[in-house]
């Protein structure tokens, strides 16, 4: 069986890294083994996790020529609609601080992760025509983002500017992302970012402990609200999925995804 995910231990510090080639694009499997690969983490009294992801590339987003094949049958696309929300909700409700190591891209999905981390540490593309992207660009494949999501972006980077992006499908540059507080801190290299990462829970494990923590839930019950499924209605989304213009967009992504 191939691993979906690699898990690198660091010390009190366990770094779990997306291991679905090309591009870790999330598929139900993926998803179902992030929840379980954190519950572990829990489990066995990790301190704190890094999600981390391939150079290039954190995540691709959801996996949307897999999600097609799906075809009609609803109670399918459901089902890998709720294992990716519960992929996020599981990082939202971490009892232990998650830093995302976005190694590279992060776009859709992949920025739900993220914004559902502690901390987020981007890596800097080397070359600058090409900068490495982040956001939530559901409108350009024809999806709405539910409003559990919205929330999750406008608790980084305030109301109005996250109702522009939004609106817009807007990805932004890493470093545009660090001017508008979606990611906290950039690095030179894939390797770097996992390595930034780790130093910022160090630091966050140095504190006393029950009081960090605890300051950490309340500061992060924004987020757990944000997640809590009426504010996701999952059902609506997934109908959403078959309308006109969203399938028009999700097909022609297809088709350009196969072409690359």
Known sequence: MTTLIDTINHG?????????????????????????????????DVQGVVLSGSERIFTGGMDVPYLLRHGEDKHKLLDSWQ??????????????????????HSPAGGCVLALCCDYRVMARSVDQAKPYVIGLNEVQ???????????????????????????????????????????????????????QAIAWLQAQLKLPRQPMLQTRAIARADLHEAMQPEHIQLERFVEAWYSADAQAALQALAAKLGKA
């Open 12 to 44: 009190p510090i366990r770094e779990l890294r997306l291991a679905r080639p090309p591009v870790n694009a999330l598929d139900t499997e993926l998803c179902r083994a992030l929840i379980a690969t954190l519950n572990q983490c829990m489990a066995e």
């Open 83 to 104: 294992a990716f929300f519960g992929a996020a909700r599981t990082l939202a409700e971490s009892r232990i601080p998650v830093v995302a190591a976005l190694t590279g």
């Open 141 to 195: 494949v024809g999806l709405v983002a539910p409003e559990g999501i919205q929330r999750l972006l406008r608790r980084v980077v305030g109301m109005h500017r996250a109702g522009v992006l939004l609106a817009g499908g807007q990805l932004v540059s890493a470093e545009r992302a660090l001017e508008i507080g979606l990611v906290d801190e950039l690095a030179d290299g894939a390797g770097n970012v996992v390595e």
